[in-house]
């Protein structure tokens, strides 16, 4: 009889679609922030020329993988050649050229783990953190953006539950749960696992794009145009997708055992990770492998509280899609 009640409740899943792309549409930046994106980026290419003619700026981040919220700050990356890049005295040397070029709250952060130089610019009201080399986060930013270009799917899906985890405060890796990063590796995976899959698995295909930094080389597929229709023999729409994912994590995930990555298209185990034990402070309770980095776990900041909270959180939102009357808006309310 539960069984019955439960098909019951839910054969209409689709009913909550059109609210998930209103929710989804709602968090789309408009093209007049994007807009004023460009034309700082374009003003600090113009500053940072005159000092360092042969200096490259790159965005990465939110505001570049198209997985960013309206009203985001915006993240720079200064890209220089050279052995003997002092970073901070670089740093240093920036913060005096944009404060004397009248930006505001000018702050050169020199010793934090990755160092910024901080700033806001009072013309289009954007701030933005500035960091020298850190091209990795350059070339994954890319990897976000390609993945979106092949299905909408994937980022209808990675805003809401980018939306889901800043609501129910799991956003937060300085208390031990995931970056927005990670969460979005765990919608890129999700949706390559669909059977049929909804996305490919880009790195496992002949590469077209390549680059090494420092001494990973990062290859992969990026002629996305020509997987504009990969996805269509899966015809699963957000509500079913969204209603996969909290379940996947909630009931399927092999905590104890699996890693996902998107790097294969596949679930590898922690024992040919060696990801075992804890090491340090890396306690791989939940286990999310970069795609380039890949001795590196993105579930490593997550600790014996957290990742109860975490747990519980996935367990929450499955059970309302499974059973809640108003799912889309019990999902998302405020912790
Ligand atoms: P929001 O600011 O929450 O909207 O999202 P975001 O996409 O800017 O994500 P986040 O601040 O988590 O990460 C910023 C960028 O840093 C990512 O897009 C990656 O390119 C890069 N990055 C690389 N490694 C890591 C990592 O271990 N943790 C995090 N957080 N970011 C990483
Ligand atoms: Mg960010």
Redesign the pocket.
Same mark, same amino acid.
């Given at each position: 009889r539960m069984v019955k009640m439960y098909m019951a409740c839910r054969n209409d899943i689709h009913r909550y679609d059109a609210t998930f792309i209103a929710i989804y549409k709602s968090l789309i930046p408009a093209e007049e922030e994007l807009e004023k994106q460009r034309q700082l980026m374009a003003h600090l290419e113009n500053l940072v020329a005159k000092e360092w003619p042969h200096a490259k700026l790159y965005l990465?981040?939110?505001?570049a #993988?198209s997985?960013?919220?309206p009203k985001? &700050?915006i &993240?720079v990356c200064l890209a220089i050649e050279g052995d003997d890049i002092n970073k901070s005295e670089m740093l240093l040397k920036l913060a005096e050229i944009l404060e004397s070029d009248n930006l505001q709250n000018v702050q050169a952060l020199t010793r934090a783990r990755v160092p910024i130089v901080k700033l806001m610019d009072p013309v289009t009201g954007i701030s933005c953190d500035i960091c020298i080399n850190n091209v990795?986060?350059?070339v #994954?930013?890319k990897l /976000?953006r390609d993945y979106a270009q092949i299905d909408v799917r994937l980022r209808q899906l990675a805003f809401i539950v980018?939306h889901w985890a800043?609501s129910r405060r799991v #956003?937060e890796?300085y208390q031990g749960t995931l970056?927005?990063?990670?969460y979005?590796l765990m919608c890129i995976h999700f949706l390559q696992q669909r059977r049929p899959p909804i996305l490919p698995c880009l790195q496992e295909m002949e590469p077209t794009y390549s680059v090494r930094v420092d001494n990973i080389r990062c290859t992969y597929f990026d002629n996305v145009d020509r997987l504009r229709n990969f996805g269509s023999n899966n015809r699963e729409t957000i509500a079913e997708l969204v209603w996969g994912f909290f379940n996947y994590w909630a009931y399927a995930h092999d905590y104890a055992y699996n890693v996902v990555s998107v790097r294969t298209g596949s679930i590898l185990g922690k024992r040919e990770k060696d990801w075992t034990r804890r090491v340090g402070n890396d306690r791989h309770l939940i286990c999310i492998e &970069?795609p380039f980095?890949t001795s590196?776990d /993105?579930g490593r900041v997550v600790d014996k509280f957290s990742i109860r909270v975490l747990r519980e959180e996935f367990e929450r939102a499955a059970r309302i899609m499974h059973q809640d009357p108003n799912p889309c808006a019990k999902l998302l309310e405020p912790y």
């Open positions: 990465y981040g939110s505001c #993988n997985f960013g919220f985001s &700050d &993240d990795l986060a350059v #994954n930013t /976000l980018k800043k #956003n890796t970056s927005s990063y990670a979005v &970069d980095e590196h /993105l």
